[in-house]
């Protein structure tokens, strides 16, 4: 799974030249808790910041954080009130406080890289963009990049693909299976009896949450009448739970 296939693309922007005070509006109205901060490759005037896909590139900029104003509010309030030189937080342009956003990923990005930069960098949005080439003048031969926000990824993001992944938005139920030792003959044995008993298979994950071997399989199960495969289970001596029944205990058909 890549990031291009669970990234938002309806995105909420502002521009350099936007005022915190119509930020901090965007912020409250939709709740989010970032904005990216573009300018369109267009003249100017010809785009305004707002919500909704587009249909012209957008330059990322960087980044606006909830956090970036609340700083601002907090200075501004440690400033002299008779000092006339002081210009109110509101008034105050985007470009002045958001940052660059340097960490960044592409639609190619796989989502578990992604979803590593995340939980090691205490990130909860990542800007997603693709780079163009700009070629330079005749003298010289160098070229450089520009990145061009095409989305942004997110905590909530990851989750409600992982969801999905697993079949939760789908009727059915959840099957547990046991792999003595990392052992996957269990599992195998499970989906047979599953496909013999034409019991529709929606996901299968088998991943570690400590060591290097998996010691279960959850299966997402396409019923809401598990009772003949269970029956086949204990039959066949698979251990397994299921909805805090245990597979030691008899099973009422």
Do not use: C
């Amino acid at each position: 799974m890549i990031v291009g296939e669970v990234m938002s693309t309806k995105l909420v922007t502002v521009t350099p030249d936007d005022r915190l005070s119509h930020a901090a509006n965007l912020l409250r109205q939709y709740q989010f808790h970032h904005l990216p901060v573009v300018r369109t490759l267009e003249s100017e005037g010809t785009h305004k910041a707002g919500y909704g896909a587009r249909n012209v590139p957008l330059l990322l900029e960087g980044m606006l954080t909830s956090n970036d104003i609340d700083l601002v509010v907090a200075l501004g309030k440690q400033s002299a009130s008779g000092d006339l030189l002081h210009q109110p937080w509101q008034e105050r342009r985007v470009v002045e406080v958001m940052h660059r956003a340097s960490v960044r990923v592409t639609p190619s990005t796989s989502v578990a890289a992604a979803a590593q930069i995340l939980v090691e960098r205490g990130l909860n949005y990542l800007p997603v963009v693709e780079y163009e080439q700009l070629e330079q003048g005749a003298q010289n031969t160098e070229s450089t990049t520009r990145a061009i926000l095409v989305g942004l990824l997110t905590r909530s993001d990851l989750l409600i693909a992982l969801a999905r992944s697993m079949g939760a938005f789908e009727p059915g139920m959840e099957l547990t299976v046991t792999l003595p030792e990392g052992d996957l003959t269990p599992l195998a044995q499970t989906l047979l009896l599953a496909a013999d008993l034409h019991i529709q298979v929606r996901s299968v994950t088998a991943a570690p949450l400590e060591g290097s071997v998996p010691h279960v399989a959850t299966i997402r199960l396409g019923t809401i009448n598990p009772a003949p495969l269970l029956v086949r289970l204990q039959e066949a001596n698979i251990l397994y739970s299921f909805a805090g029944m245990q597979s030691e205990g008899d099973i009422d058909v």
